[in-house]
């Protein structure tokens, strides 16, 4: 029986967003195939994979697979990878799996399509191209149908409760290992995850310092979304380089993107654009954000950002 691989990421012990998401674009690629997904270290609630559509779960239980490093997961998943001999191979466009899927495609002699937004029947993948300006469409014509998926772009599959199946403990050997992470220290002004946000509320150099970011934290916090910022903010210090978001930071497609005092250059908007519901906030009416904008506020930021939280935490109520 043919199968897809989907390589789960965990944040926290639980799973991520996007590891449902890449079962459910596995599901749409792989024509009936099966969904085996592997989860490697810790795997407190490894169950929870079936309910979300995955036919098989292989647990790889060592303790030095707990936190990534580049080596320790290439290893194991080369390994699990020779084990299952599947006809494809799925993960998230984040952090992880940019880093690793072309070190895996590499060694295993594959293509790889790269940050896919959606998928059909073929399958044929759609892809941004020239910093978001297009889109692409690809096929793989022959061997491994290997591929990351943005998150918040494909929905993941309606969890259905009660679903179970034996999750398959598989033992790989991890060699010389070069890293070892001993603790991660958490380092961001929210606690939902930029890339996943449905909401982000994002600043730029019009913050004019790093103590007024504030308001951004509480209009984020009313509408339980996330802060970013343009590559201004942070060279200016306001804040630090995890949220920059952009060309050379993160890619993210929320439902809503509030940009404040950001200008709107192709590098921040390479990030952005893609965003379902974009409001801009800019004392400048000819700052190009606007002109990707859906809503435009003309206008001081510091009259405008505390009224909409007020108007929020109102609705809210
Ligand atoms: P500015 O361009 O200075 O804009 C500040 C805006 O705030 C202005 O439009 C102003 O009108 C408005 N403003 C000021 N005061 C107020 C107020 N009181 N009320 C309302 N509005 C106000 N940038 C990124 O963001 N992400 C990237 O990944 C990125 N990668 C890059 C890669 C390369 C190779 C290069 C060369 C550049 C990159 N940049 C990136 C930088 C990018 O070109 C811009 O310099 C940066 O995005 C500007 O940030 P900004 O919009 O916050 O600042």
Redesign the pocket.
């Known amino acids: 029986m043919s199968t897809f691989l989907v390589v789960a990421e965990q944040k926290e012990g639980a799973f991520r967003q996007v590891t449902f998401e890449a079962v459910a674009a596995a599901k749409q690629a792989a024509g009936g195939a099966e969904i085996t997904a592997v989860v490697l270290g810790r795997a407190d609630q490894a169950d929870e994979l079936f309910s979300y559509g995955a036919d098989n779960v292989l647990h790889v239980n060592d303790n030095q697979l707990d936190h990534y490093t580049p080596e320790g997961w290439s290893q194991a998943l080369l390994q699990v990878i020779e084990q299952v001999n599947p006809d494809g191979i799925v993960l998230g466009h984040t952090a992880i799996g940019r880093d690793i899927s072309p070190k895996l495609a590499s060694r295993l002699k594959s293509g790889l399509v790269s940050d896919v937004v959606s998928i059909e029947d073929g399958p044929v993948f759609t892809r941004p191209i020239y910093s978001g300006k297009a889109f692409e469409k690809v096929t793989i014509d022959d061997g491994l149908v290997f591929f990351t998926i943005r998150p918040n772009n494909i929905a993941s599959l309606e969890k259905q409760e009660g679903a179970s199946g034996s999750v398959e403990e598989v033992s790989v050997t991890i060699t010389d290992l070069q890293t070892v992470i001993k603790e991660v220290v958490k380092n961001t002004t929210s606690g939902v995850d930029l890339s996943e946000a449905s909401v982000i509320v994002a600043g730029?150099?019009?913050m004019?310092n790093e103590e007024n970011f504030t308001i951004l934290d509480e209009l984020a916090s009313v509408l339980n979304g996330a802060v970013g910022a343009?590559?201004?903010?942070c060279d200016a210090e306001y804040c630090d380089y995890a949220l920059?978001?952009?060309?050379?930071?993160k890619v993210v497609t929320p439902d809503l993107y509030i940009a404040v005092?950001?200008?709107?250059?192709?590098?921040?908007v390479?990030?952005m654009s893609n965003s379902k519901v974009i409001v801009a906030?800019?004392?400048?009416p000819e700052?190009e954000?606007f002109q990707i904008a859906d809503y435009g506020i003309v206008?001081?930021?510091?009259e405008i950002v505390p009224k909409l939280t007020e108007e929020f935490r109102k609705a809210a109520v």
């Open positions: 730029g150099r019009g004019k343009s590559r201004g903010a920059q978001i952009g060309q050379t930071g005092g950001i200008s709107g250059a192709i590098q921040h390479a990030g906030i800019n004392k400048d700052a954000i206008g001081d930021l510091f």
